[in-house]
């Protein structure tokens, strides 16, 4: 076999689909993000303003997250040194994990390399913990939790996106008697649609199954506390196991699941991806612990974030463009065609200084293609004002429809 044309042919497919990823080198300025600087190809730079990000609350330059970091790397120095098992464990994972179960207000929690780890090592370990288990997953889950459920081995049922009687309908023909769990997301990221968590919860106990949801687009953001859309909804007590990031709203890096001492112990001892995978350096495990205890009480950061998407989403309406509003802080316009979507990415980062990466298959469905905005509280109304121009103008360059206001 000629394995380069094979790999030409692969890209190739991609280039002519017009889904070509393309990464460009940014350099995120201490203090100064959404600005940041794009490094081109030929060498020279350009200043940009980040619009994709999922720093959500800019807590990825807070000053007590740094200071933070900055005090375990002289305590410390870089690296953990082994995985958890070995010699990987320290009192800063430890400290962590004790705010994280505080948060979430369960009896535990267990942090991993990543929130993609955190879903796929605990949902493909369930079914080694309760033997004949059955998964019903949301047909819009994240690909680490389609990889999770699907690496388990064990029985499997999807159910139509957030459609609580399809759900009941493949709980109900199944044996009464075997374990179960239900797995879906509090916030879908591409759509910014929330789940029905409440009525999930219902079912869950009405057929005896377990709730495992995943929180990622919510931490930080959502309850009282930041504890996601289940605190907010006062629904805590209801979840078994709740997966989270702290690579998002709280700035930093790594996963987590919280759940009750028993569950984190078992998938501790069983779980492949947390057993034989290096922990975070202890850098990193201060700095998420630090942002996990100051949002717990900076309620004002979490209502300036729910303003600034409120405002974009309104004046994106306002000039007809087709935006996707759930009434989440995610702000998804609707393009539906991989070529154009580029073309608009490549334009509003050139010509605008706008970084917003586009979105295509197979993240989301053909003909859904997508420019994804998530704006933050350190995106100022200047900002707002210059993405809103932009994006009116190149929504006319590019000839694409609009939608007529209502009323």
Not at 9 to 25: N, Q
Not at 92 to 105: I, N
């Amino acid at each position: 076999m000629n394995y380069d044309t094979a790999l030409d042919a692969a890209l190739g497919k991609l280039h002519e689909e017009g889904r070509y990823r393309t990464f460009i080198d940014i350099e995120r300025h201490k203090g100064n993000f959404p600005h940041a600087v794009w490094k081109k190809p030929d060498g020279s730079e350009q200043e940009i303003t980040v619009w994709c990000g999922n720093d959500y609350l800019g807590m990825g330059q807070h000053p007590v997250v740094l200071e933070a970091m900055h005090e375990a790397l002289e305590a410390t120095g870089a690296g953990s040194g082994g995985t958890r098992n070995i010699s990987g464990t320290t009192v800063y994972h430890k400290a962590l994990e004790a705010e994280l179960a505080d948060l979430h207000q369960k009896e535990a929690a267990l942090v991993f390399t990543s929130a993609y780890i955190a879903n796929d090592a605990t949902l493909s370990t369930l079914p080694k913990l309760f033997p004949g288990l059955i998964i019903y997953s949301d047909a819009l889950n994240h690909a680490s939790m389609i990889e999770g459920v699907r690496r388990n081995g064990g029985a499997k049922r999807i159910f139509r996106h957030n459609d609580v009687e399809h759900l009941r309908e493949l709980l109900a023909a199944d044996d009464p008697e075997a374990p179960k769990l239900i797995a879906f997301e509090s916030i879908y990221s591409m759509d910014g649609d929330f789940g029905p968590i409440e009525a999930l919860c219902d079912l869950a106990e009405e057929f005896g199954a377990l709730t495992y949801l995943d929180e990622v687009h919510a931490v930080g953001m959502y309850g009282p506390r930041g504890g996601g859309v289940a605190e907010r909804d006062g629904l805590l007590d209801r979840v078994d196991i709740i997966n989270g990031t702290l690579g998002k709203a709280f700035g930093v890096h790594g996963g987590y699941i919280a759940a009750s001492a028993k569950m984190c112990d078992a998938v501790r001892s069983y779980a492949p991806g947390f057993i034989f995978t290096t922990s975070l350096p202890p850098v990193v495990a201060a700095g998420a612990a630090a942002s996990v205890r100051h949002l717990k009480t900076d309620q004002a950061l979490r209502d300036l974030h729910q303003e600034r998407a409120k405002v974009l989403k309104l004046r994106l309406k306002a000039l007809g463009l087709p935006i996707i509003d759930h009434g989440s802080h995610i702000v998804p316009v609707m393009v539906g065609d991989p070529v154009h979507t580029k073309a608009i990415s490549d334009m509003l980062l050139e010509d605008f200084g706008i970084y917003v990466q586009p979105i295509n298959y197979p993240t989301v469905p053909r003909g859904t293609e997508r420019l994804r905005f998530t704006p933050s509280p350190v995106h100022d109304p200047n900002m707002l004002d210059g993405l809103v121009q932009a994006m009116d103008g190149l929504w006319s360059h590019c000839a694409l429809n609009r939608q007529e206001l209502a009323g």
